[in-house]
């Protein structure tokens, strides 16, 4: 992984939700397919890495490109009210959408009064 | 150095400063995915025989993207919809993303064939491909 960490790469654009069930991320990664997705979580960080693999014909030349890199890379850092083990991960359409659940002792939750 | 034309002028001493932040961040090739040009992003290539053309538009689908090409003018469009939902249960951190119409033109040669145009929708990338006119390749004539 270290090698892979210091090449230079596009930082994908993303959305954050959060709402009572826990947190929601959606990440452009476009031209990225499932297989060359990479989702890392250790301890408090999570590592969203992408290769591109388009197929480009022989021989072509490159006459315009804003797109320059063919890699994405973005870290975020997570809460402690996270459960990281309760993590859905979905690729659709070059689009990620992650789903992180609250951890159980974070969630809202009545306490009963007992009477005597 | 490049002063502004009016030197009190906060403005536009602001956007020089913005300018020459960009241009450090420029050296570094588009470290900001998609900073230049707005949704989505084209990358254009050449072969002998066709152009090449690559829309980075992702989460959209297939059949609801828009590519014409008339005179050599590409254009693709279509809209994105925002994928944040609008309760006021939840809350937004962070948003990025682009949401909306987009309309994207690009004026490629005139030598390129109307009728050999592929388009594909593959991982959020639409790859345009134009052959060139059968016209403009070299051929051999036959002599009676």
Do not use: C, W
């Not at chain 1, 939700?17 to 979580?41: H, Q």
């Not at chain 1, 870290?75 to 991960?89: H, N, P, Q, R």
């Not at chain 1, 609250?102 to 009963?112: C, G, L, M, S, V």
Request: proline residues 5%; glycine residues 10%; hydrophobic residues 35%.
């Amino acid at each position: 992984m270290n090698e892979r960490t210091d090449l230079p790469s596009l930082l994908p654009p993303v959305d954050v939700i959060e709402d009572a069930s826990g947190i929601t991320l959606y990440a452009d990664l476009p031209g990225v397919s499932k297989d060359r997705l990479n989702l890392e979580v250790s301890g408090d960080t999570l590592i969203i890495e992408g290769e591109m693999d388009l197929s480009v014909p022989d021989g072509m030349d490159g006459t315009h490109a804003e797109v320059g890199l063919p890699r994405y890379r973005r870290v975020f850092t997570l809460s402690k009210e996270l459960d990281t083990g309760k993590l859905d991960a979905e690729m659709k359409q070059g689009v990620l959408k992650l789903h992180i659940q609250r951890a159980e002792h974070a969630k809202p939750r009545r306490i009963a009064v007992q009477g005597g | 150095m490049d002063y502004s034309l009016f030197p009190r002028d906060v403005f536009g001493e602001l956007d020089r400063l913005q300018r020459q932040v960009h241009q450090v961040f420029e050296l570094s090739p588009s470290i900001r995915g998609f900073a230049r040009g707005g949704f989505p992003a084209l990358n254009v290539g050449a072969t002998g025989n066709s152009a090449e053309i690559y829309a980075f538009a992702p989460g959209l689908e297939a059949d609801s993207i828009n590519v014409t090409l008339e005179r050599g003018v590409l254009s693709i469009s279509g809209e994105r919809r925002a994928g944040t939902p609008a309760d006021g249960k939840a809350s937004l951190h962070i948003n990025e993303r682009f949401a909306g119409r987009f309309h994207r033109v690009i004026t490629l040669s005139d030598d390129l064939d109307p009728g050999g145009v592929t388009a594909r929708y593959n991982n959020g990338v639409l790859h345009v491909s134009i052959r060139r006119n059968a016209a403009s390749q070299p051929r051999r004539i036959n002599v009676t």
